[in-house]
């Protein structure tokens, strides 16, 4: 499999940055094997994300980091450059909807999640078996009502312990604390069943029923500490009548939120996410 660097540049929008950069990875000798530029003209930001044949360019990426910093120094710009023989880490969060955690296992296994599975987590037991048996760690989490404070700072215990890069709620119906959501920041991924900001909450399928809707959608957000509101990584629809039900509603809504949310992920583990206030531009 070829080996790629990916820099990632969030900075303020100026003359210059594409043929500095482009240049400097030619300067080493550097083949670009993807490209992709946006200017947010009321922001002012630019974003940009290049992907680079590391064979080309002969050196590692902690050298390349350091070579590179004086132009990231001169255009203030926020970066990363990712190496992708690294593997993200990633824990898996789950309740007792089965559907997205299936899908993704799938995946996975299929090779097209580029990833590790560290571990998952539940306030069930439900899903013990069929995580076993793909290999992985199961952590079986209660949830008191009464006090959630010590199943959190167990799951924080679990997901530290896994060195994840990443954390996936993969219809994990608990809310995280404000704690967790900001020690984790821009690394915790919801599917919410639900096309947001429309039918925030609980039973969103059944809201949309009530308001009559002719589209239902779903939505791959990052969690923060405002709940249903993250910044959107990707969202789809699903057209529906009068005909049909709430649980027809249930029943499309979830083909819809197993596809969004991997597509999010898939993009999240490749950089194609850069986060700006509570919007991002996704290089998809």
Aim: glycine letters at 6%.
């Amino acid at each position: 499999m070829s080996h790629y660097y990916r820099l990632v540049v969030s900075c303020p929008d100026r003359l210059g940055i594409v043929s500095r950069v482009s240049s400097f990875i030619a300067g080493q000798g550097g083949s670009i094997t993807e490209a992709s530029q946006h200017s947010d003209l009321e922001s002012g930001r630019f974003f940009m994300r290049y992907v680079i044949l590391a064979d080309s360019i002969g050196m590692s990426a902690e050298t390349l980091r350091d070579t590179f910093s004086p132009i990231a120094e001169e255009f203030e710009m926020d970066w990363a450059l990712t190496d992708t023989r690294q593997r993200r880490r990633v824990v898996l969060m789950v309740s007792r909807e089965s559907h997205c955690l299936v899908d993704l296992l799938y995946r996975w296994t299929a090779g097209e999640l580029d990833c590790d599975i560290a571990a998952v987590i539940s306030n069930h037991e439900d899903m013990r078996a069929l995580v076993e048996w793909h290999g992985i760690p199961y952590h079986h989490v209660p949830v008191s009502p009464d006090d959630k404070s010590a199943a959190f700072g167990e799951v924080q215990r679990l997901v530290d312990e896994a060195r994840a890069d990443c954390v996936v709620l993969a219809r994990y119906m608990q809310i995280l604390p404000p704690s967790l959501c900001e020690r984790y920041a821009g690394r915790v991924i919801n599917i919410h069943h639900s096309f947001l900001p429309s039918f925030a909450g609980a039973k969103p399928y059944h809201q949309a029923y009530q308001r009559g809707v002719k589209l239902i959608g779903a939505t791959c957000h990052y969690v923060t500490e405002e709940l249903d509101a993250g910044p959107i990584i990707e969202q789809d629809i699903h057209r529906v009548s009068h005909c049909h039900t709430p649980n027809d509603l249930v029943r499309f809504g979830r083909d819809v939120e197993k596809a969004v949310l991997a597509r999010g992920l898939r993009w999240h583990l490749e950089d194609r996410v850069l986060v700006h206030g509570n919007k991002t531009v996704v290089f998809a």
